[in-house]
């Protein structure tokens, strides 16, 4: 790693294999959720992602470098975390508010990721790149918010009633 | 997974198993920074972190459950995606923007599980566990913050300075 462009490469890397892997895991994801709210969220961010994917292949033929060539293990730890919540136990609201525990999880890892990299394109002057990434973080942020309002709204008050007396009580 | 007590019961161990990782991964992060004030947060953010784990085992004495038993899977993944940074040639500017980038991605985890265990504890009506989780919260936010304010003011511009002509022609 000896220059910023070649830093900004590797992290590009990175989010590319990340997203990748996201494409795999949110359609298992969305198969589990019993609340349709967050069944038709995680679907509509697969769409999303599949788009951030392509809008990656552009940035990368933008600064002339491949896309792929890195595995990201911060997400295939994510991953491996979000099938646990999923195996542990048949679906349910409480699963469903596991579910977007983890999915809130993947979110911020991209919403570091892609802050850093539209910060460093930004200084490197690559606007063009620097614009797509912007553009993704964005969409990354506003998943995380959905996610946030369906937990707020409708899947804890749901788990919280799935949760026998003492999650009741605690509804007063 | 039954009861969303139990759900919150597992959030906490893995960010309790989260922050004991954390704790043998920053001094190894600290140790290869160049510049001085990156070296410094990591150390005051390894303090902090050593305070969290004692919180949380507060907070599970608070809730009656015990803080081990879990490994946070995301946690090694993100300390991996570090260690890549730390091995990819001699500490150098360039490789400061790159542990800033990865120490971002640890503070966005935990801001994300933080956030999520807050909420369920205060809607569950523990209301001490959620203060406690609020705080380590807020810290969390404010390490982020600290970051993202040493690669603005000074470890991008020397890493642009260390990147050869192209890096330093995009200074200007």
Chains 1, 2 share one sequence.
Not at 22 to 40: F, H, W, Y
Request: with cysteine.
């Amino acid at each position: 790693m000896n220059t910023m462009d070649e830093l900004l490469e590797d992290m590009i890397q990175d989010l590319y294999n990340a997203e990748k892997q996201l494409t795999k895991a949110l359609p298992k994801m969305a198969k589990k959720c019993t609340n349709d709210d967050l069944k038709k969220a995680l679907e509509t961010h697969l769409k999303e992602t599949e788009g951030q994917v392509e809008k990656l292949e552009q940035v990368c033929k933008d600064l002339g470098i491949k896309p792929t060539g890195k595995v990201c293990k911060a997400m295939q730890g994510l991953i491996e975390e979000g099938e646990e919540v999923l195996s542990d136990g048949k679906p349910s609201p409480i699963m469903d508010a596991g579910i977007i525990g983890a999915a809130q999880k993947v979110e911020h890892y991209e919403i570091a990721g892609y802050g850093t990299a539209r910060t460093i394109a930004d200084q490197l002057g690559h606007m063009k790149a620097a614009k797509n990434l912007e553009q993704i973080l964005e969409q990354e942020k506003a998943a995380d918010a959905k996610l946030n309002d369906i937990a707020m709204k409708s899947v804890n008050r749901e788990a919280m009633q799935a949760s026998g007396p003492a999650g009741r009580a605690s509804l007063k």
